[in-house]
């Protein structure tokens, strides 16, 4: 927040009816060495927070008529990360709860000391300053993993945009290509942060199972419901859910998430009644969407209120420049689990994954190096620790149907050709086809179907 001005001094605004208050806690807080604004009434709030980003503001609710928090949504919807510190008159604290639950920081009755409210002033700016350390490690350690192209580092930068606020985040891409941990990053520099983080696969359950999962049930709502449950979206009240393979979710099960997302409602399988949960939503998958949604396989009112952020995550191959922070990432994970030492790969190990396509993206290349490892007699992963398929597939061009010398395949056509290849290598065994291309068995038989490929 320290960008708020061109000077490094913390900045604070004091909006305060009380002009003699706002003057004696302006002189204990200059007195700690930060820069410091007045105003009296809620129009002022307005003006001055609407043209400076301030690292705390005091509020006073008798500003908003009647002790209306909505002066509170609106410095979280325009600041995000601003800290405000509310105070109330002692017959309204209900007014100061609200304005907690809408994401002040904390509330103190109007008839304190003004060193009271400079203590908890003091106490809000290193809550903020220990955020901004966690965000910019974080953002450095998700940076080590999924590289530094141009592209990934656009990529980087709306996380660093979106992840303060509350907004729903549509994360687009091939399977493996690192979604989840994009979104655990999301979730991680949020306010949410000390709330649960839950990922739930769209594509790995059937559609009852999957409901049951997301929203619970009550006893005897199906077979086999033996007691209440609570779903995960329960579960991650106050946190953060992540939808992965959200395309692949059911119309039925799309129209319950809707709800949920419209006004934050879930009702339990089996259940008449509905339950209010705080969750942000982040969703991911590697379907065209929009293409979904014009075959009326997925629902066009969900689709715009999932996208209001729309990122999309690069393939592995286009952004090889991570590979040798992948790769340590991955050695150093797999010495801790089996008990290796491998210090590092040769010359040969290195040229074959560099030039190896990767169509499973990131999740192969953690498979590869969990093989490798393994395979390591001593402490250098060579050429032949490898699994077959880099030792003998790097960049090996793929067998498409005899086009025209001027014709260029679509990448649906050389998709369905690689799953045919797979299959064939494979001898049919779709588990291992799904796990090799880095996607789900649902995933798999879904594009099968799609391309007309026999079982």
Known sequence: MRSANNTNRTQILVAQPDVAFAATLTRYLEGDGHGVDQC????????????????????DLRLSGQGDVELVSYVRRSSPRTRLILLFEITKLERALE????????????SCMPSDVALVVNKALRDLDSEETIDHYEQGTVEDLVGSSPAMRRVLEM???????????????????????????????????????IAINCAALPEQLLESE??????????????????????????????????????????????????????????????????????????????????????????FRLNVIQIRVPPLRDRLEALPSLVRHFVARFNA????????????????????????????????????VIMAEGP???????????????????ALPNYAADAIPTLTDMEAQLIRNAL????????????????????LWRKMKEYGIAK
Do not use: C
Request: hydrophobic share 40%; aromatic share 6%; glycine share 10%.
């Open 337 to 372: 689990e089996y008990g290796k030492n491998i210090t590092g790969l040769d010359e040969a190990a290195q040229v074959l994954l560099r030039n190896y396509p990767y169509p499973g993206n990131v999740r192969e290349l953690e498979s590869i190096v969990a093989h490798a």
């Open 214 to 303: 997301m929203f619970g049930h009550v006893k005897g709502a199906f077979t086999g419901a033996s007691s209440d449950k609570r779903g995960l979206f329960e579960e991650a009240d106050g946190g953060t859910i992540f939808l992965d393979e959200v395309g692949d979710m059911a119309l039925i099960t799309q129209a319950k998430l809707l709800r949920v997302l419209q006004n934050g409602d879930i009702r339990p399988v089996g259940s008449t009644r509905s339950k209010r949960v705080d969750v942000r939503v982040i969703a991911a998958t590697n379907r065209d969407l929009e293409k979904a949604v014009a075959q009326n396989a997925f629902r066009e009112d969900l689709y």
């Open 40 to 59: 009296h009434d809620a129009k002022g709030v307005l003006r001055l927070a609407g043209r400076k980003a301030y690292d705390v503001i005091v509020l």
């Open 159 to 197: 996380i660093a945009k979106v992840a303060p606020t509350d907004s729903t985040v549509l994360l687009l891409g091939e399977s493996g290509t690192g979604k989840e941990l994009l979104a655990g990053a999301v979730h991680r520099m949020s306010r949410r942060r000390d709330m649960p983080f």
């Open 424 to 443: 064939e290598r494979l001898e049919g065994n779709q588990t291992e086809v799904a796990k090799k291309l880095g996607v789900s068995r649902s995933t």
């Open 99 to 110: 304005g907690i639950r809408r994401g002040a920081f904390f509330y103190l009755p109007e």
């Open 380 to 398: 250098i992963i060579r050429a032949p620790d490898l699994p077959e398929q880099v030792r003998l597939g790097a960049r090996a061009p793929l």
